[in-house]
């Protein structure tokens, strides 16, 4: 039996059936490009997140630099983002001619904080991507009422957290991805919501902004051949929309699955000196993208090596925080105390986790883990 990060074959063999008949559907009609499962889907998705308007595009990384275009920003515009992130969240701010404004994390959850936040605001600040990172959402409840206040737009970063909910002090839940101007997610195979391929889409409850979106993924055109504004080309392909709404029936069991495994993980490790594991926070469920450990003592490389000598695959999410970033050095402006996101890529290991994952795997990567000597 390999361990493994993520096992898409098994969860595959599960769905085969209906994902294959769906596929061959598609083959079928030939409706390659704009079928009609790229509409059900988006419109299954709207349903399932409680959001007006689901907008599919080829990839995450489009659906943020399409919500940050549908704004209607301006050069020099600061954008706030964490530092410790994805490259994607960030890259599209300088892609546009924005100032990506890097911000610190929490220490234990991973995610900015509205402590974070408030440091950056200048007068040029105009909006905020908070990322969801590892499937948590980040205090929006704080985030949303200081964008609020300062007329700021606010722009989801939904990739790692799709299904998970957060509640505000009123009682009221929201999914993630579905309260700011914005949310952006990615359907990337080994997302919580993966297709076959790449494949992302934007959530929003504005008409207008929704519909400026659509304008630009599809050319800046309403009218087919008459162009309104500069736009790009990105489209869900059909094949992959087919397979999304398969897999959406599933999420909410998927996600169960994934926490029960981070349940797991952290009854059986929570007690193991040296190791800190994932913190949760009352206001929000927890889809664990990601399983992630801190490794104390700067024990962290010697673990990773130990586990992998063992058979225990881990990955290192993210080994550079942005500020430290080639590509970033001179149109990035890091703000304050970027101490936790300098200091986390040392110390996080991302242990196996997916839908697939039984009790004796997690066994198994708990003894070795525990077989090391801290
Ligand atoms: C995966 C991911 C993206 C980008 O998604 P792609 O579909 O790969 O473009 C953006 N932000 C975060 C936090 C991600 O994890």
Redesign the pocket.
């Known amino acids: 039996m390999r361990l493994q990060m993520v096992d898409l074959q098994g969860q595959y063999q599960k769905i085969k059936n209906e994902i294959d008949t769906s596929i061959k559907n598609v083959l079928e009609s030939a409706a390659f490009v704009n079928g009609a499962p790229v509409k059900e889907f988006a419109c299954h998705l709207e349903k399932f997140m409680g959001t007006k308007h689901v907008i599919p595009c080829a990839?995450?990384?489009?659906?943020?630099q399409i919500a940050l275009m549908a704004l209607g920003l301006e050069p020099g515009d600061e954008v706030i983002v964490p530092a410790f992130?994805?490259v994607?969240?960030a890259e599209v701010i300088g892609l546009l001619g924005l100032i990506p404004v890097m911000v610190d994390v929490d220490t234990r959850t991973f995610n900015v904080t509205l402590e974070n936040i408030k440091q950056a605001l200048t007068s040029k600040t105009k909006a905020i991507i908070p990322?969801h990172?590892f499937g948590q959402s980040c205090d929006m409840e704080a985030i949303l009422d200081f964008a609020k206040r300062h007329g700021l737009f606010v722009v989801e970063?939904n990739?790692?957290a799709i299904g998970a909910i957060y509640t505000f002090s009123n009682g009221k839940r929201c999914q993630t991805g579905t309260m700011g101007d914005f949310g952006?997610t990615?359907?990337?195979p080994s997302?919580n919501l993966g297709c076959y391929g790449?494949?992302?889409a934007l959530m929003t409850n504005d008409d207008v902004l929704a519909d400026r979106a659509r304008m630009i993924a599809n050319h800046g055109q309403k009218v087919k051949y008459h162009h309104k504004v500069i736009g790009c080309n990105s489209r869900l392909d059909t094949i992959q929309a087919a397979v999304l709404d398969v897999k959406l029936k599933y999420l909410n069991e998927y996600n169960l699955a994934r926490n029960e495994a981070a349940r797991y993980y952290t009854s059986g490790l929570k007690n193991v000196e040296g190791l800190v594991t994932p913190e949760e926070k009352t206001y929000s469920t927890h889809v664990y993208?990601q399983y992630t450990l801190k490794i104390e003592g700067g024990k962290r490389d010697a673990l990773k090596k130990f586990l992998e000598e063992e058979g225990v695959p881990t990955m290192i999410y993210y080994p550079l925080p942005l500020q430290e970033q080639e590509a970033f050095r001179k149109i990035a402006r890091p703000t304050g105390d970027l101490s936790v996101s300098g200091e986390l890529p040392s110390s996080v290991l991302s242990l196996p986790m997916h839908t697939e994952l039984t009790r004796e795997q997690q066994d198994i990567v708990m003894e070795r883990i525990k077989k090391f000597v801290f």
Do not use: I, R
């Open positions: 990839n995450g990384t489009d659906a943020l992130t994805y994607a969240s990322v990172l970063d990739a790692q952006c990615s359907f990337f997302k790449d494949g992302g993208h």
